[in-house]
T-cell receptor, first 111, second 116 residues
């Protein structure tokens, strides 16, 4: 079946460091891919999405490219801020409305 | 402002009690979802509904029930049959349009349920 695997956290970085959070997926078809972010005590917010191979999603300095050949959708940011500290979820979905989420990766950014 | 409202933010249940979590949205979305979040396990789908008066079981529906009598409301009842209900519960909604592929989900701020 379909699944999403994320790197385990926490990822701990200093402010202005480069961020990569790995996400790989297993899919029987051609899903859309998403990154969601969850700040403490809140629900999830959509960060970015990509709907087909080679698409790049971007938002607020974060980027991820849909790589079909490596079945990956790694999240990157060139310079993180303390305010980026949160839990990041990778997810995939088809046009059935259901999403399959990874287990989440906690990011901690220190000044 | 459009959004999803979950209430209450914190809820306590005694053994053997049923409790109902509220979820209301004013985004005019057709589809609504309930997820359970446990530490280290990500989100697991409990129930979802794509249209009023219809809903489907997700991956962990046992011990839960839902109703969808109105488009904007999708309450979740945690029954006494759910033996380990302590968790963070998230409600979400999305546009339902199969021709446009999977649409992003919008989430509420969650309800944290604990057992007394």
């Amino acid at each position: 079946g379909d699944s999403v695997t994320q790197m385990e956290g926490p990822v701990t970085l200093s402010e202005e460091a480069f961020l990569t959070i790995n996400c790989t997926y297993t899919a029987t078809g051609y899903p859309s891919l998403f990154w969601y972010v969850q700040y403490p005590g809140e629900g999830l917010q959509l960060l970015l999405k990509a709907t087909k191979a080679d698409d790049k999603g971007s938002n607020k300095g974060f980027e991820a490219t849909y790589r079909k050949e490596t079945t990956s959708f790694h999240l990157e940011k060139g310079s993180v801020q303390v305010s980026d500290s949160a839990v990041y979820f990778c997810a995939l979905g088809y046009n059935t409305d259901k999403l399959i989420f990874g287990t989440g990766t906690r990011l901690q950014v220190f000044p | 402002d459009g959004g999803i409202t979950q209430s209450p933010k914190y809820l306590f249940r005694k053994e053997g009690q049923n409790v109902t979590l509220s979820c209301e949205q004013n985004l005019n979305h057709d589809a609504m979802y309930w997820y359970r979040q446990d530490p280290g396990q990500g989100l697991r789908l409990i129930y979802y509904s794509q249209i009023v008066n219809d809903f489907q079981k997700g991956d962990i529906a046992e011990g839960y029930s839902v109703s969808r009598e109105k488009k904007e409301s999708f309450p979740l009842t945690v029954t006494s049959a759910q033996k380990n209900p302590t968790a963070f519960y998230l409600c979400a909604s999305s546009i339902h349009n199969p021709l446009r592929g999977n649409q992003p989900q919008h989430f509420g701020d969650g309800t944290r349920l604990s057992i007394l």
